[in-house]
């Protein structure tokens, strides 16, 4: 039983791996500079390098890649364990606020800073995670706040309250976007849509150490969410510091969230969507859901940016709204089955 699952869990794995590197190699080779496979393979290895290509793959295609991969990757690991934490399938950072908090913070970055400091310069780069996270921890507060019941954080009271606590951060971020200048406004209303387009590869040096450390914590302490879908009392009897392993998991989680959010914007439904993929193809333990989760969450902001660079050429939708596009629906959907 133990190979067979494992079996599947490598195939899912293969599979996703294989929808990953697809949806890159269109990115890099479609646009409106068209590259062919053979361009592609001699710029890459450095073969009779041209500066046209050099520029397109190196400066611009790549690093948006890499930079949505690595996003896509931390949301649906994030969204994975904030619904193990929950034992909620409806719950995801952007309905819980978590996104909304971040953003919040990263845009009164923009505006504390506008003009002296360049927002992809290194010290831009640097700091605007940190406030991100700020802003993430913020909205768990609120969260651990106004949730909780008799001591415990009661599920179907998280998804009101984290909608409060987004609208509530969301009315504030437009109203500090509102008094940017226009071109720091400009710059604030396209990475609130969920962005990739200033992806360079400062941020994604910015994402690594929270992409190599915060994900390993939490596979290793996968099997502690799996008791979370217990009752609570079940899991304390089992030896279990509940309240512990929730402040890890969730700070783990804003972590992730946090640094995504300051580097792309606020890309919303990844982590609702991601998860329940996984469930669907690997079953409920939460060390085989974490992985493919963060698999997933790559595949979709990789082929929701795709979709949005070419269908709209040479204008560009964000890969927020092409996600949202999807996710909205799929959210009606889930509320119908749970209702049922």
């Known amino acids: 039983m133990r190979n067979t699952s494992y079996a599947r869990v490598s195939t899912v794995l293969v599979i996703g791996t294989v929808i990953v590197f697809t949806a890159a190699y269109f990115s890099l080779t479609s646009g409106t500079f068209d590259i062919s496979v053979m361009d592609l393979i001699k710029t890459l290895l450095r073969i009779d390098p041209q500066p046209d290509y050099n520029l397109v793959v190196f400066d ?13 990757f931390s949301l649906g690991i994030a969204g994975a364990v904030i619904q193990g934490v929950t ?27 506008q003009g002296n400091i360049t927002m992809t310069g290194w010290l831009g780069v640097m700091m605007m995670p940190m406030f991100g996270v700020v802003g993430g921890m913020a909205a768990t507060a609120a969260i651990y706040l106004f ?68 994900p390993l914590i939490i596979w290793l302490r996968a ?50 969507i991601a998860p329940h993929m996984a469930r669907q193809l690997v079953g409920l333990r939460h060390k085989n859901i974490i992985p493919v989760s963060g698999v997933a969450g790559m595949a979709i902001v990789l082929i929701g940016d795709f979709i949005g660079k070419t269908i709209f050429a040479p204008a560009e939708l964000a890969v927020g709204i092409v996600v949202s596009i999807i996710g909205v629906p799929y959210f009606v959907y889930l509320l119908i089955r749970t209702r049922k």
Not at 60 to 72: E, K, M, S
Not at 92 to 111: K, S, T, W
């Open 60 to 72: 611009f295609r790549l690093p948006r890649i890499v930079l949505g991969a690595l996003v896509g």
């Open 87 to 113: 034992r909620n399938g409806l719950a995801d950072p952007g309905i819980l606020g978590i996104n909304a908090g971040a953003g919040m913070a990263v845009v009164l970055f923009m505006f504390l800073f």
């Open 147 to 214: 949730a909780r019941q008799g001591g415990t954080l009661d599920p179907q009271r998280l998804i009101l309250v984290g909608i409060a606590i987004a609208s509530g951060f969301g009315a504030v971020t437009m109203y500090v976007s509102l008094k940017m200048n226009p071109n720091d406004f400009e710059m604030a209303v396209v990475w609130l849509a969920g962005s990739l387009h200033s992806a360079n590869w400062k941020f994604v040096i910015t994402m690594l150490p929270w992409i190599l450390l915060l």
């Open 223 to 272: 099997h502690v969410l799996d008791l979370f879908q217990l009752s609570e009392e079940s899991a304390k009897g089992l030896g279990v510091s509940v309240e512990r392993e929730k402040n890890i998991f969730l700070l783990c989680s804003v972590g992730l969230v946090s640094a995504s959010v300051a580097v792309s914007g606020s890309i919303g439904f990844v982590g609702l």
